[in-house]
């Protein structure tokens, strides 16, 4: 079966300080994989996603960039992080397009 | 660009009352998805919707699509405890690998 693996579950940062989350599936091949961020309360915004390898589509320009190193490795990097940067980060994978997303159990930050 | 609505935004009900919440896009969809996040859990797939005005039922559960596929609801009958949460429609546009997600609702029920 498949399974998506995502850490660490809670980090606290200083600001200015770099980033490195890491989200990994199992169990399938070739998926499309997804970064959100969810402000306390709020909806989910679509940061990136990958359809392939080396494929990376942005969605908010921001001070956050994300990588493909491998089919199934997905991470979400920043150089300096910003207080604004705080949030529930949660990653996900689909099969195809239009079929359901499949979500870690995320990642919370606090920039401090 | 793409933008996906929801109301209300919070929603306190008694237990055993009617829960309704409403997903609006601002382009049409080629489908739309439903998803529940339970408080400090993340998004569980619910259903998806696919065809011009469908319906579909899961036990107390009604989720709807729009004929012009631009809109959708889910309906709870008779509300419980377990389902406190929030509520997400994700909107899939034609052409595109992106679930854009709307701004949720957040249920809660009051035994």
């Known amino acids: 079966s498949q399974t998506i693996h995502q850490w660490p579950a809670t980090l606290v940062q200083p600001v200015g300080s770099p980033l490195s989350l890491e989200c990994t599936v199992e169990?399938?091949?070739?998926?499309?994989l997804y970064w959100y961020r969810q402000a306390a309360g709020r909806g989910l915004q679509l940061l990136f996603y990958?359809?392939?390898?080396?494929?990376i589509s942005s969605e908010v320009p921001q001070n956050l960039s994300a990588s493909r190193p491998q089919d199934r490795q997905f991470i979400l990097s920043s150089k300096k992080l910003l207080l604004s940067d705080s949030g529930f980060y949660l990653c996900?994978?689909?099969?195809?397009?239009?079929?359901?997303?499949?979500f870690g159990q995320g990642t919370r930050l606090t920039v401090v | 660009g793409q933008q996906v609505m929801q109301i209300p935004q919070y929603q306190h009900v008694q237990e055993g009352e009617d829960f309704t919440t409403y997903c609006n896009s601002s382009t049409t969809l080629s489908n739309i998805q439903w998803y529940k996040q339970r408080p400090g859990g993340h998004p569980v797939f619910l259903i998806q919707l696919v065809k011009s005005g469908e319906v579909k039922k899961q036990k107390r559960l009604t989720f709807q699509f729009g004929e012009a596929k631009k809109n959708s609801s889910l309906h709870i009958t008779a509300t419980q405890t377990t389902d406190v949460g929030t509520y997400f429609c994700a909107g899939l546009t034609s052409g595109t690998y992106k679930y854009i997600f709307g701004t949720g609702t957040r249920l809660k029920v009051l035994a």
């Open positions: 996900a994978w689909s099969v195809i397009q239009h079929t359901e997303a499949f």
């Open positions: 990958s359809v392939g390898i080396g494929q």
């Open positions: 169990g399938t091949s070739n998926p499309n």
